[in-house]
């Protein structure tokens, strides 16, 4: 149980103490400094602790942000500051500096919370401040002051404060209007019977999963009930976060939880539809596998640009301050998240043509609509990559290289080919992943089944993945080569499945690519929560981006049509199987050791 010391002369009527036990603190009372610190010694190293001042007038969920957050080793609001196990040195030192100079480190704060928190500042200490708003806390130094304080206080409403920011600070038109004008109640519907967003995540899977098994009936019916049930998963998908921001219940494990799972309703979805749509007689795997292999493109475009510049310097641009200029203009702020199709619309737009038209017209939607945007995104960042002079980190490029998942074949050629690659232009990088990327592809969509040229494209498909990444991407437009690795090795998978032409091969291969690409997103998640990314042993375990491109041509080669679509299953168990294995074991075990909470916005809704 969490500790808080309760410093300073009580007042008389103050809630503060009940208010402190309500959020799970045990409540211990000092005098002075000097009792603080005897006190904060003997909390356990393991626990969090908090210092607040007796005076304190505030609101309640003033004191669950300040003091209940998981994300913060150390926070602070006036009158309060915690730490958790990680800062408890941190903490300590202040405190003891505290006390021996007798509050010189700011003589004109007279709240010993206060002046702890100061001394943290003076040493350096990273101490997380949240955001009230119109929320109050407050430690005030006469009765005047503190009748004041309380008039303040009755006149916000603290729970209507709590479920607004239980929102989503940015969301697409549809969860905005939609969806959260209701689901931040059933949020705390959940938070006040003790559900927690790990329970309501799993609610959401498990109801996307039903969903795609009624669209997997093929009948009208079915297709109306997959409809309605993928919006329900999606309303529960929003109170998940919407739980987690209103109880502040964040965590690594949860974080994953929520990022994955959204991956697997979605393309599960696809597959429900495509095998509904097989029992209707029209075979349209080809049409499923593109929209994920489209949609997990778009994702790593987005993933790639955001780690390539988030802590970039000189990270402005024209195109940029045009964006911001947009945004101050209120109907292009909607226009321009609806343009990107975000998971709201996206699932609200399959829904609705799941239960009004054919899976062949919904898949249809949906690829024009996802390439569409997909256009504009990767347009505009293009753009602002070219007339921005941002100087990018050596994380930066550590982060591009492991999101290119280049396996021991490109990693032992870049070797030989980085002196050479240093004297090229700076475009370089991604100009070759695209080149050798499109030549793998094309040649297999413009050859027999069967025929050698895939193959011979496959290993000059190995040389250029290796020159692309032989030197550190750091380059304006280097954060384009994952993406380009992606689609090239989902797409030679999806068209020599489609030339096999033999019945389920493109299901085989919608599994293949499906396991991949959870991988990819794994590693994406790992890099988000700074927990580095997968083991090396398990990126040569599955080949690496060129390594299973060179795989899936050589097999194409060796085998007959039936032989190559049991292979492609026996390679996206095989790869599932060790990706999954890997990736529970690992973000678990994070779990366990207490790892740092993560809350990842991510997609915005």
């Known amino acids: ?155 916000v409403d603290d729970e209507a404060v709590r479920l607004k920011s239980a929102v989503k600070a940015r969301d697409g038109f549809v969860t905005t209007f939609l969806i959260s004008p209701y689901s931040r109640y059933i949020a705390r519907w959940c938070a006040r019977r003790g559900l927690t967003p790990n329970q309501v995540t799993t609610a959401s899977l498990i109801t996307a999963l039903i969903a795609a098994g009624c669209a997997a009936t093929g009948t009208r019916a079915g297709f109306v009930a997959a409809g309605v049930l993928l919006i329900a998963s999606f309303v529960l998908d929003c109170t998940d976060g919407q739980l987690a921001r209103y109880s502040l219940q964040y965590s690594t494990l949860g974080a994953w939880l929520d990022a994955t799972f959204d991956r697997a309703k979605e393309y599960a979805y696809y597959a429900g539809l495509a095998l509904g749509a097989a029992r209707g007689g029209d075979d349209v795997w080809a049409l499923a596998l593109g929209a994920m292999v489209l949609q997990t493109c778009r994702h790593v475009v987005d993933f790639s640009f955001n780690e390539a510049n988030h802590d970039a310097s000189a990270n402005t641009s024209p195109t940029a301050a045009l964006s911001d200029k947009l945004d101050s203009v209120g109907w292009t702020v909607w226009a321009r998240r609806m343009i990107v199709l975000p998971i709201g619309e996206r699932w609200a737009m399959i829904a609705v043509l799941t239960a009004l038209t054919t899976p062949r017209i919904t898949f249809y939607a949906l690829l024009i609509g996802c390439a569409f945007s997909a256009t504009y995104t990767t347009a505009g960042r293009v753009l602002r990559s070219l007339t921005r002079k941002a100087v990018r980190t050596d994380r930066a490029a550590t982060a591009l290289a492991d999101l290119a998942d280049s396996g021991p074949l490109a990693e032992a050629a870049a070797r030989g080919l980085r002196t050479a690659a240093r004297r090229l232009p700076g475009f370089t990088a991604p100009a070759v992943a695209l080149l050798g990327g499109a030549a793998v592809v094309a040649t297999a969509a413009l050859t027999g089944f069967g025929g050698p040229w895939p193959l011979v494209a496959a290993i000059l498909y190995v040389l250029t993945s290796a020159l692309a990444v032989a030197r550190p991407l750091k380059g304006a437009l280097d954060w384009l080569v994952p993406p380009f690795f992606r689609a090239a090795e989902y797409l030679t998978v999806l068209v020599l499945a489609a030339k096999a032409d033999v019945n389920g091969a493109l299901p085989a291969a919608f599994g293949l690519v499906a396991a991949v690409a959870y991988h990819h997103y794994d590693t994406v998640y790992r890099i988000r929560g700074d927990a580095g990314a997968p083991p090396k042993w398990l990126v040569r375990t599955i080949g690496g981006h060129e390594g299973r491109t060179l795989v899936i041509c050589v097999l194409a080669v060796l085998l007959t049509a039936t032989q190559f679509k049991v292979a492609l299953t026996v390679l996206a168990v095989a790869v599932a199987l060790v990706v999954l294995v890997e990736s529970i074991r690992f973000w678990v075990a994070a779990h366990k050791v207490g790892a740092p909470a993560v809350h990842d916005e991510g997609e915005p809704a």
Do not use: C, K, W, Y
């Open 1 to 155: 149980m969490p500790t808080a010391i309760l410093t300073g002369q009580p007042v008389p009527g103050s809630s503060i103490e009940s208010e402190l036990r309500s959020l799970g603190f045990d409540v211990r009372l000092a005098s002075g400094a000097a009792d603080t610190e005897t006190l904060l010694a003997r909390v356990p190293g393991e626990e969090r602790v908090a210092v607040v001042d007796a005076r304190f007038v505030g609101h309640p969920h003033a004191l669950r942000l300040g003091l209940t957050d998981p994300r913060f080793p150390l926070a602070a609001i006036p009158g309060a500051v915690t730490a958790q196990p990680a800062a408890r040195q941190a903490l300590t030192r202040a405190m003891a500096r505290e006390n021996s100079a007798g509050g010189g480190t700011a003589l004109a704060v007279s709240s010993l919370a206060d002046r702890i928190t100061a001394a943290l500042d003076a040493d350096g200490a990273d101490v997380h401040r949240p955001e009230l708003g119109s929320l109050v806390a407050a430690v005030p130094a006469d009765p005047q002051a503190r009748n004041e304080a309380r008039q303040a206080v009755a006149a």
